[in-house]
């Protein structure tokens, strides 16, 4: 079905022709509509057309009012102030807008007029590490913009940068190779089994490494080794790598996120590019040797001695920096993925990095006209205290305890609140109001602000979070059930409460809520479309009677306006990567 334009997009073309008959040598006039706490819509575009062509706004505004259409669309236009339009629209263009979003899958909304192709950058644990509250963000924020893209029409090609190379793995590989059954098990391995057993060979070779100056050396050679390409030491490098897989893809399920091993290109992904990108880049003079580093420098980019920092793409040593192998990504992603925007969900404090990368990417030329590159460095999580989140012994907090006290806290409300669930049915939707609560505490934060993770206001049933939203769907699908023989069906013929088009109207906006989402990759807006949707809902359900609205076509109307409300909360929501139950 073709995408339903919004009440807001009508009524601007019809004001917008009627500016064109009324001022004809004015040519195309924006109207400048937007919505009012005075009427439904408020048109401003008079006041500055009649100042440019020196006319009277008051009487240019009362020509267009002449030159308006009543009926279908518009019930009433005043003329307010210096020559604004205070516009009510009919209650029958309302559910008439609503009915035309309700016979189509994707609500009306449409897709992008110009999709392309974005490659984002986003879940990049490190191979033989435990995530950490760190990798939340990067994992539910990157998660919820491919899924608005893909929703848009846009190809997305997802990237999963993990750490999967570097000079821990020359000490972690020489130690397997001295103990060869350190990794070995018996049948399938957990994800918490697959940590275990690389955290304590991870500290066992740590300890060997700080201690012995014989196994330091070897370790030092095996990293040659690996950079050289050596069979067994690419096998058992490998084997660190699989073993890691086991246990990332353990927490990013718990977590609700889907990973796919395909889109894992981890920096080795990039390893045979690195000499020729600093190669290209020392002939083409965008790169250029310093004390034997080849470095980019930037005028505006100053250390705090006040001289040039540069960006190390290849350091004195000959080792790549992290800049070569984010430089050759590039080179992958514009040339051979053939992206059209490049997005990099990673931490704030990376900016600088990030800016300097990006730059010397557009001087080299692999950042062509056309081609977009867009950090989304996001905010730090903070505890209850306003200070970085870590355990009460200074630790870094373990991703899965948090995740596991997130479900915990939620199935304990579930429980309280649950009517004729099962044990089973309430730790699935436990898992669902927990994670569904974490993910909303971080998308309805702006991506470059901190937040606080305060798991007792996220699982909160009042305010601001996730579990609201969920109970307001999962009411709806309960008055639903009990509708019986009545059926959702749209009355435009019937006048509305209050409640009702303030309800109506907020529906009409998710088109338009989710094109300017899309184009910011703000999904903090979305959130916030979806609970004041919720709480509009609220008003409604309190004001509305519906099974036992006056009539039967009332009670057919609001069962219209209550399963178009739970469709939009549900698409809403799937786009921020949340769950809604259909029971609570």
């Not at 330091?216 to 095996?222: D, E, G, T, V």
């Not at 300097?356 to 460095?377: D, H, I, N, S, Y």
């Not at 915990?408 to 309430?426: F, M, N, S, Y």
Request: hydrophobic share 40%; charged share 25%.
């Amino acid at each position: 079905m073709a995408s339903v334009p919004s009440l807001a997009s009508t009524l601007h073309q019809r004001i917008a022709d009627a500016l064109s008959a009324a001022l004809p040598e004015a040519g195309a006039a924006d109207p400048l509509l937007r919505r009012s706490d005075r009427a439904d819509f408020q048109a401003n575009g008079m006041l500055a057309l009649a100042k440019k062509l020196k006319g009277n706004p008051r009487e240019l505004a009362a020509k267009v009012v002449e030159g308006l259409p009543s009926g279908d669309l518009i019930q009433d236009v005043e003329v307010s102030g210096p020559g604004f339009l205070n516009i009510t629209i009919t209650d029958g263009a309302i559910v008439r807008t609503l009915a035309a979003r309700a016979g189509d899958d994707r609500l009306g909304v449409p897709f992008a007029e110009h999709p392309g192709t974005t490659v984002i950058d986003y879940a990049q644990p490190n191979v033989a590490k435990e995530m950490h509250v760190g990798h939340l963000r990067n994992s539910v924020i990157g998660d919820a913009v491919v899924r608005i893209l893909e929703f848009s029409g846009e190809k997305v090609v997802r990237r999963h940068h993990i750490g999967d190379w570097g000079t821990q793995f020359g000490m972690l590989i020489q130690y397997l190779i001295e103990h060869p059954h350190e990794l070995d098990h018996e049948g399938e391995v957990s994800g918490e089994e697959a940590m275990s057993s690389l955290n304590r060979l991870y500290k066992a070779s740590r300890t060997l490494f700080d201690s012995d100056a014989e196994f330091k050396a070897r370790a030092r050679r095996r990293v040659v080794d690996l950079q050289a390409g050596d069979e067994e030491t690419l096998a058992l490098w490998q084997r660190f790598v699989d073993e890691s897989k086991i246990y990332f893809y353990s927490v990013f399920d718990k977590l609700d996120v889907e990973i796919r091993d395909e889109d894992i290109v981890g920096e080795s992904g990039y390893n045979d590019m690195l000499a020729e990108t600093c190669r290209l880049l020392e002939e083409s003079g965008v790169a250029v040797r310093s004390n034997g580093a080849l470095c980019v420098f930037f005028d505006d980019v100053k250390g705090p001695d006040g001289k040039p920092s540069p960006l190390i793409v290849q350091k004195s040593d000959g080792g790549f920096g992290y800049a070569a192998t984010d430089l050759s990504a590039i080179r992958d992603r514009v040339g051979n993925l053939k992206a059209d925007t490049l997005l990099y969900v990673v931490d704030a404090r990376q900016s600088l990095h990030f800016k300097m990368v990006f730059e010397t990417a557009r001087r080299a030329g692999w950042l062509p006209e056309g081609v977009k590159a867009v950090q989304l460095g996001f905010g730090t999580v903070l505890g209850k205290d306003g200070k970085p989140f870590k355990t009460r012994e200074g630790e870094t907090v373990r991703l899965v305890d948090l995740l596991d006290e997130a479900i915990d806290r939620a199935t304990a409300v579930v429980r309280e609140k649950a009517q004729d669930l099962t044990e089973e049915q309430i730790a699935e939707r436990g898992a669902q109001v927990g994670i569904g609560a974490v993910k909303y505490a971080d998308l309805s934060t702006s991506v470059s602000r901190d937040y606080k993770f305060d798991l007792d206001q996220m699982v909160s049933l009042n305010g601001d979070t996730s579990v609201y939203l969920q109970y307001a769907f999962a009411r709806i699908q309960s008055i639903l059930r009990k509708a019986g023989e009545a059926r959702p069906v749209a009355h435009p013929e019937l006048a509305l409460a209050p409640a009702e088009r303030a309800l109506g109207m907020h529906l009409d906006q998710f088109g338009e809520n989710l094109a300017e989402v899309t184009a910011s990759y703000e999904p903090h807006k979305l959130a916030g479309y979806l609970y004041q949707l919720a709480s509009l809902y609220t008003t409604f359900y309190a004001e509305c009677p519906v099974l036992k609205a006056e009539t039967p076509q009332h009670v057919e109307n609001r069962l219209f306006l209550c399963d178009l409300t739970a469709r939009t909360l549900r698409q809403g929501m799937s786009l921020l990567g949340i769950r809604t139950p259909e029971q609570l």
